[in-house]
T-cell receptor, first 114, second 115 residues
Framework: AQSVTQLDSHVSVSEGTPVLLRCNYS??????LFWYVQHPNKGLQLLLKYTSAATLVKGINGFEAEFKKSETSFHLTKPSAHMSDAAEYFC????????????FGQGTELSVKP | EPEVTQTPSHQVTQMGQEVILRCVPI?????FYWYRQILGQKVEFLVS????????KSEIFDDQFSVERPDGSNFTLKIRSTKLEDSAMYFCASSQLAGLTDTQYFGPGTRLTVL
């Protein structure tokens, strides 16, 4: 079965400290992987995506993620959190020949303390 | 920057009533999608739509749901006879293509409350 799991429902960090949001996927095929962010009352915004070109993917606002096939993981990191990073983050997977269907993780709420 | 818009932002309806949720995708996009998120649960795929036809639909998308592109700009989701369990946030998305790596752009969502 194809699925994606976000290991933490809520992560709290202090401003200026690193961020780690964890994501694992399950699939028999090579997926494409995405991270989306949702700020309150806003749409889901793409942070970055993995498309098999490079395992380390850089996104917007200083975020990056590393695809590790051996660990079936796609964790999202940022070296230094900013107050504006507080939001809900979704790890998302798509698979070939699924009509564009995206499969979402349950989301991780990131809180940033001053 | 072009964006997907959705109206209304919040819809309240009585059980058994029909509702139509509206979306305006990005203008040069060809593929359109609906997702929903029940409170406290994952975002779930409902349906994808291309060239005036449904490309893919989930088990959730049963006969009470329908989608339409009535003109060149709008994309609608109709729920014929709403149930309490239809209460959720509904997201519309669009993409230029539907390949494995193509980005879907999401609207801000419509919160549907069924009483």
């Amino acid at each position: 079965a194809q699925s994606v799991t976000q290991l933490d429902s809520h992560v709290s960090v202090s401003e200026g400290t690193p961020v780690l949001l964890r994501c694992n996927y399950s699939s028999s095929y090579s997926p494409s992987l995405f991270w989306y962010v949702q700020h309150p009352n806003k749409g889901l915004q793409l942070l970055l995506k993995y498309t098999s070109a490079a395992t380390l993917v850089k996104g917007i606002n200083g975020f990056e993620a590393e695809f590790k096939k051996s660990e079936t993981s796609f964790h999202l990191t940022k070296p230094s959190a900013h107050m504006s990073d507080a939001a809900e983050y979704f790890c998302v997977v798509s698979f070939y020949n699924q009509g564009g269907k995206l499969i979402f993780g349950q989301g991780t709420e990131l809180s940033v303390k001053p | 920057e072009p964006e997907v818009t959705q109206t209304p932002s919040h819809q309240v309806t009585q059980m058994g009533q029909e509702v139509i949720l509206r979306c305006v995708p990005i203008s040069n996009h060809l593929y359109f999608y609906w997702y929903r998120q029940i409170l406290g649960q994952k975002v779930e795929f409902l349906v994808s739509f291309y060239n005036n036809e449904i490309s893919e639909k989930s088990e959730i998308f049963d006969d009470q749901f329908s989608v339409e592109r009535p003109d060149g700009s709008n994309f609608t989701l109709k729920i014929r006879s709403t149930k309490l369990e239809d209460s959720a946030m509904y997201f519309c998305a669009s993409s230029q293509l539907a390949g494995l790596t193509d980005t879907q752009y999401f609207g801000p969502g419509t919160r549907l409350t069924v009483l």
